[in-house]
């Protein structure tokens, strides 16, 4: 178990301009200290936002983007500062049939060691129907691909799910 104290402050606003645009947008500072001697810590730049753009009644845009530090699940390797951004479309065709799809983009630098950086590119489009008021099926395809300055990192993956949801009683 890795002893660290994480603190973090920032500034930010929130907002909801006539339910068409919703958002949370915070920066500030971040501190990571490890408590064991050898560990590098993590301190610099944080921040965390999201915005939900509801273009109409069936269809939402949303942005993200957040960059924090956070431990890895690498044992007595410390932690890693990570930054993301992400774009997601959900469209409602019907009150039982929509469609999303979604892409996003996330650096890790992983600070114990030296001068890692892993890159990952997502994109992903999926369908839900839902059959009667217990019963919803969708199908989703998800792609991944990381690229490493550590080449034995490095990975492509592809899933396709297929997902039925009930629900039972009332």
């Known amino acids: 178990r890795l002893d660290n104290e994480y603190e973090i402050y920032s500034v930010g606003v929130v907002w909801n301009l006539s339910n068409k645009v919703r958002g949370d947008v915070r920066v500030g500072y971040q501190s990571r200290d490890y ?3 050898g560990l590098q810590d993590i301190t610099g730049l944080a921040y965390r936002g999201k915005v939900d753009w509801f273009i109409n009644s069936y ?12 431990d890895s699940s690498i044992e007595e390797v410390g932690g890693f500062l990570r930054t993301l951004y992400g774009l997601s479309v959900t469209h409602q ?4 049939f929509g469609l ?3 892409c996003g983009y996330v650096e890790d630098e992983l600070v114990y060691a030296s001068e890692r950086v892993d890159k990952r590119y997502m994109y992903s489009l999926g369908m839900d129907y839902k059959m009667n008021r217990r019963m919803e099926v969708g199908l989703n395809f998800e792609h991944n691909e990381r690229d490493s300055t550590d080449s034995i990192a490095n990975f492509d993956t592809n899933l396709v799910s ?6 039972l009683g009332d």
């Open 35 to 37: 408590v064991q001697e």
């Open 59 to 70: 269809t939402t845009v949303v942005v993200n983007a957040t960059r924090e530090s956070n």
């Open 93 to 96: 065709f019907t009150e039982a």
């Open 100 to 102: 999303d799809a979604a």
């Open 162 to 167: 297929l997902n039925l949801n009930v629900t």
